[in-house]
C-alpha cells in the first residue's frame, strides 16, 4: 500500500508530466516556419488597381488562423483568446453615440458585394456582401449559409444597449468574439464606414426593418 | 387494433410517406438537374475553342514559324492523349513543377519562339492568351474520362503539394480570406453558388475535375489559370502572376486531393 | 472572317437529329460596356439548313439569342444524308459548314 502523501506527489507527478507533453505537443503543432513558401508568396504576387501587394503580409490574427491545426490545440485556443482580446481593444464605439441608421440603405448594403478588389477604384462604395453569407430578409431567397441566419435578429434578441454594442462590435470586429471567424472586420479594416455600420444595425435590430417582422 | 394504436399507425405511415416524398422529390430535382447537364452536354460551346486549339496546335506559328506538335505535355513529345490528367508535374528540362498553361508557354517559347512574358502580360481572353484559351481547350479535351493521376514522387512534386496546402490555409487581405473560408468545409455556398470542399476527395473530384470550363454567364471559356486569378480577386488579394509558382502549387494540392478521380473537361459552368 | 460551326448529324430510326454549335457574339444591342456606352447589335439573323440539297431547317434568329448558340432539331432522314449549315449576320458576315449524316 502506497502511503497517502506519495500517491499525492505521484499524482502530481504524472500531471506534470502530461502537462509539459501536452505543451510540448502543442509547441510543436504549429507550422514550422518556411522560408520557401515566404519566397513564393513574395514572388507570385503583384500589384493590381488598388490591391497591392502589400496585402500579402499578415497580421499575428491572420498569421494564427492561417494553421488550423495549431488553432484547435490547447494552446491554439489560450492564443486565440490573446488574439479576441487584442482584435476587441480595438473596437470603437460610433463617434455620435448612435448606434441605429436607416434600415433601407442598410439592405442595400448588405446585398452590395462591391468594393476592394483589383477591378474597384478607391471611389467604389463598398458593400457589406452580408447575403453572400447569411439569410437574412427571408424574402430574399438568394443568400448563403456560410454564417447563421439573421431573420428575425432584433425580434428575438431585442435591442438592449448589451445587444447594440454586442452587434456593432461583432460587425466591427467579429475575431473579437471568435479569432478565426470566417466573416471580415467591416470596421477594424475600414471596408464599410459608420454610418453604414449604423444602417446595418438598423436592418438587423430595427423594429420596423424587414428582418424583424 | 385499438383506436390509439389504429390513429398511431396512421399517423407512422404518414410520416413515412411525407419523409419518403421529401426524399422523392429532393432526389428527382437532382436527376432533372444531371438529365438536364447531360442535354446540353452536347452543345458545350468548349468544343469551339477545341477546334480552333486543334488548328493551333497543328498550324505552325510564331517567330520560329513551328507548330506544337513536338510540346511535351510530360507523356513524351506531342502526346496529347491523358496528358493534362498527370498535370501538374515535375520536367527535367525546366527543372521545375509545373502546371498546363505554364507548361504550354514553355513549349511556345521553346518551338515556336512566342516569349512567355507576352503570354503573361495579355489579359485573359485577348491575344495570346486568347489562343491558350484554345490550346488548353484542345488539351484537356483529350483527357476527358481519363483517371486523375498526379505523383508525389519528385521531391519537388512533394515540395509543391505542401506549399499548396499551406497556401491554401493562407489567410491575408482586408477581408482575411484564404480559399478554405468558402472551400474549407461541406455543405457551404455563397448566395446560392454550392462550394466544393476542396480538402476533401469528392470536393476536389468536382472541382478539378471541372475546370477548364465554359461560363455560360459570361460566355466565356475559362482555364483553370483564370478560375484562380478570379478567386483571389474576389478574395482581395493582390494579382497572382499567371503561371506563378503559388497558382501551380494550389493546382497541385486539388489535383493530388482529386487523384484516381475523373476528368469531365472541359466542363460546362452556369 | 467567321469561325467554323461544330455539326454532328446522326440517324436513328428514319430521323435524324442534328446540332449544331455555332461560334458568335450575338450581341443584342443593348449591352453596355464599361464606360457606358451601348455596344453596337451584331448577331446572327438567318440559318439554312440543307439536307442533300434540300431545305429541312430555316430561322430568322433576333436579338434575344444568346452568344454561342447551340441548335438542335431533327429532321426525316437517312444515314449518309449531306447536310450543309449556312448562317448570315446583321454585318453581312456569313458561314458555311458541312457534315454527313451518321
Known sequence: ?213 | MTLARGIFKNILFLLATLIGTHYAIAQSTADDIAKYREMIAEGNPSELYEMAGEELWKKPGGPKNASLEKCDLGMGPGVVDGAAAQLPRYFKDTNRVQDLESRLMTCMERLQGIASQSVIDAKFGVGPKKDMDAIVAYVVTHSKGKKIKVSLANPKEKAMYEMGKRAFYYEAGPFDFSCASCHGSSGKRIRLQDLPNLTTHEGAVAAWGSWPAYRVSSGQFWTMQQRLNDCFRQQRFPFPIYGSDVTIALSMYMAKNANGGIMQTPGLKR | MSDPMRIRAAEKDGLVDVKILMKHDMESGQRKDSSGKLIPAWFINSLNVKAQGKDVFNAHFGPAISKDPFLNFKYKGAKGDKIVVNWVDTKGDKRTDETTAT
Open chain 1, 1 to 213: 500500500m502506497i502511503p497517502m502523501k506519495n500517491l499525492l506527489k505521484i499524482q502530481l507527478l504524472i500531471l506534470f508530466v502530461l502537462g509539459v507533453a501536452g505543451l510540448c505537443t502543442n509547441v510543436m503543432a504549429q507550422q514550422k516556419p518556411s522560408p520557401q513558401f515566404n519566397k513564393m508568396m513574395a514572388e507570385s504576387f503583384r500589384s493590381e488597381g488598388i490591391a497591392s501587394v502589400d496585402r500579402i503580409t499578415q497580421d499575428a490574427t491572420q498569421k494564427f488562423c492561417s494553421d488550423p491545426q495549431f488553432v484547435s490545440t490547447v494552446a491554439g485556443a489560450i492564443k486565440a483568446q490573446e488574439l479576441q482580446r487584442l482584435n476587441m481593444a480595438t473596437i470603437s464605439p460610433p463617434s455620435d453615440g448612435s448606434y441605429l441608421g436607416d434600415w433601407k440603405s442598410g439592405e442595400a448594403i448588405a446585398q452590395s458585394g462591391r468594393g476592394g478588389t483589383w477591378t474597384d477604384t478607391a471611389n467604389t462604395t463598398n458593400g457589406g456582401g452580408c447575403y453572400n453569407c447569411h439569410e437574412i430578409d427571408k424574402k430574399e431567397i438568394s443568400h448563403g449559409n456560410i454564417g447563421p441566419s439573421l431573420w428575425n435578429y432584433g425580434k428575438i434578441r431585442g435591442n438592449s444597449q448589451e445587444i447594440l454594442t454586442y452587434t456593432w462590435n461583432r460587425i466591427n470586429n467579429s475575431k473579437a468574439y471568435n479569432a478565426c471567424s470566417n466573416m471580415p472586420r467591416f470596421g477594424h479594416f475600414k471596408i464599410l464606414n459608420e454610418k453604414q455600420i449604423q444602417d446595418l444595425m438598423a436592418l438587423l435590430i430595427d423594429p420596423q426593418s424587414p428582418v424583424n417582422q
